[in-house]
């Protein structure tokens, strides 16, 4: 589908290339956890899985820093409420 996920830590955000459009889901940094305040995706790519492709890729990036997730965002929450593999990154 998209390339993988990764880290704009100049921007603060997590992206998604699509084609020529970028998901991406904004955070800010605590000393043991991601906050993770808003995510968007283009209307064009919306209904398609792009949004939580995005959140698990941003998950897996926050794990493998050894990081917690705090859901700044109701799609994060709803994303978290369907994926309960994920309730150890919760902090």
Same mark, same amino acid.
């Given at each position: 589908?998209?390339?993988?996920?990764?880290?704009?830590?100049? %921007?603060?955000r997590?992206e998604?290339? /699509?084609?020529n459009?970028?998901?991406?889901?904004?955070?800010?940094?605590?000393?043991?956890? /991601?906050?993770i305040?808003?995510?968007?995706?283009? %209307?064009?790519?919306? @209904?398609?899985?792009?949004?939580?492709?995005? /959140?698990k @890729?941003?998950?897996?990036?926050? %794990?493998?820093?050894? %990081?917690?997730?705090i859901?700044?965002?109701g799609?994060v929450?709803?994303?978290l409420?369907?994926?309960?593999?994920d309730?150890?990154? /919760?902090a």
């Open positions: 589908m998209a390339a993988s996920v990764w880290d704009n830590k100049d %921007r603060s997590f998604l290339d /699509v084609g459009d970028v998901a991406f889901a904004n955070y800010r940094l605590t000393p043991t956890a /991601v906050i305040t808003h995510t968007e995706t283009p %209307r064009a790519l919306r @209904g398609r899985g792009i949004g939580s492709e995005l /959140v @890729g941003a998950l897996e990036l926050i %794990r493998r820093d050894g %990081r917690k997730v859901a700044g965002c799609f929450v709803d994303y409420d369907r994926h309960p593999e309730a150890d990154l /919760v």
